[in-house]
Nanobody, 118 residues
Framework: QVQLVESGGGLVQAGGSLRLSCAAS????????MGWYRQDRGKQREPVAA???????NYADPVKGRFTISRDNAKNTVYLQMNNLKPEDTGVYYC????????????WGQGTLVTVSS
């Protein structure tokens, strides 16, 4: 069984910064892709950023140049550094990882709320 624990959300003014963390634990042989999604009220969950085990990174267009995703493979942890936050970045941020154990499967975190005030 694999669990994800997220942290780092909160309330921040526009232009501020936050750093999200997501740590995976449990029966893990390795982790392929690690990513972040977000969902605001009344909207669909959307991808924000992702990083592969080889270090290839993708960002959604609205966050390019402001957000940075990174990972620490020794700690099975992925980070999302969010700078110059905007009110439209508000939402619940979910961590998603592709785990290699006895099989390959995806795991979702519980979500952490980010609120950006104008």
């Amino acid at each position: 069984q694999v669990q994800l624990v997220e942290s780092g959300g909160g309330l921040v003014q526009a232009g501020g910064s936050l750093r999200l963390s997501c740590a995976a634990s449990g029966s893990i042989f390795s982790i392929n892709r690690m990513g972040w999604y977000r969902q605001d009220r009344g909207k669909q969950r959307e991808p924000v950023a992702a990083i592969t085990s080889g270090g290839r990174i993708n960002y959604a267009d609205p966050v390019k140049g402001r957000f940075t995703i990174s990972r620490d493979n020794a700690k099975n942890t992925v980070y999302l550094q969010m700078n110059n936050l905007k009110p439209e970045d508000t939402g619940v941020y979910y961590c998603n990882v592709e785990v290699v154990a006895h099989r390959v499967f995806e795991v979702w975190g519980q979500g952490t709320l980010v609120t950006v005030s104008s």
